[in-house]
């Protein structure tokens, strides 16, 4: 195998490794809310530390590897998108300190009444469905799923946008509860930004095999819109 392969597959190792570790961080946070585990959620901010080693080793690994090997077309657009996968898998095992950091701060459970009006399960189970999938898309490069991945993001949206008038309505009903309605919105807004996250690396996916740049897509308005 000619040593840019090798070096290659080295720095795709790595990532993979590091996506394992943020996947761990995100669903190990949703267990430690669902259940109040505060124990799994100090473990869960932790493990942060370790990211953040990957994140800086990643780094330079791609950074060597351009200083080495000149690369360009393919190999180029692969270890430039690797660089920017690389910074949002830091920023999701970020988003997921900050999960738990909530649960942390929690008093008592969050009502489950109140995880339903808001929709808040289904939100994380979605972002940890798109998060698993953009591992699988990264592996076998088809950009047709990771497509698919930009259209999954805006139930996150949907729920999002909806969140505050659900919460404000709740926590009129329920002026006693306006420091778990707080942290929850918190929590909602940072599930939002996991999806807006994994939507990134699902267009550095585009972007390395396709060759085409979907980001700040420009949407055309309807007419009469």
């Not at 489950?112 to 699988?136: G, H, I, P, W």
């Not at 993001?153 to 919460?167: A, E, F, G, P, T």
């Not at 996991?194 to 396709?210: K, L, M, S």
């Not at 740049?213 to 819109?225: A, E, F, I, L």
Request: net charge positive.
């Amino acid at each position: 195998m000619p040593h840019i392969d090798v070096e290659m597959k080295a720095l795709q190792d790595k990532l993979l490794e590091m996506w394992d570790l943020v996947e761990y961080q995100l669903a190990g946070g949703r267990e430690a809310l669902l259940n109040q585990d505060v124990v799994l959620a100090e473990k869960i901010m932790k493990l942060g530390r370790k990211v953040n080693r990957y994140d800086i080793k990643i780094d330079r690994q791609c950074e060597n590897f351009i200083a080495l090997f000149n690369p360009l077309a393919v190999d180029l657009r692969q270890v430039l998108a690797s660089l920017k996968i690389n910074n949002n898998l830091e920023r999701i095992g970020d988003t997921a300190e900050g999960i738990s950091r909530i649960v942390t701060k929690l008093k008592e459970p969050i009502p489950q009444e109140l995880l339903d009006a808001t929709r808040t399960s289904e939100m994380y189970e979605k972002a940890l469905f798109m998060f698993s999938s953009t591992r699988k898309v990264f592996l076998s490069s088809n950009t047709a799923e990771a497509r698919l991945i930009l259209k999954q993001d805006k139930l996150l949206n949907k729920i999002y946008r909806q969140s505050d008038k659900v919460l404000a309505k709740y926590l009129r009903e329920h002026p006693e509860q306006i420091e778990v309605g707080l942290h929850l919105y918190n929590l909602i807004k940072k599930l939002e930004r996991v999806g807006d996250q994994t939507t990134n690396i699902a267009e550095e996916i585009i972007f390395y095999r396709d060759a085409k740049v979907v980001r700040h897509r420009v949407k055309k308005k309807k007419k009469g819109s």
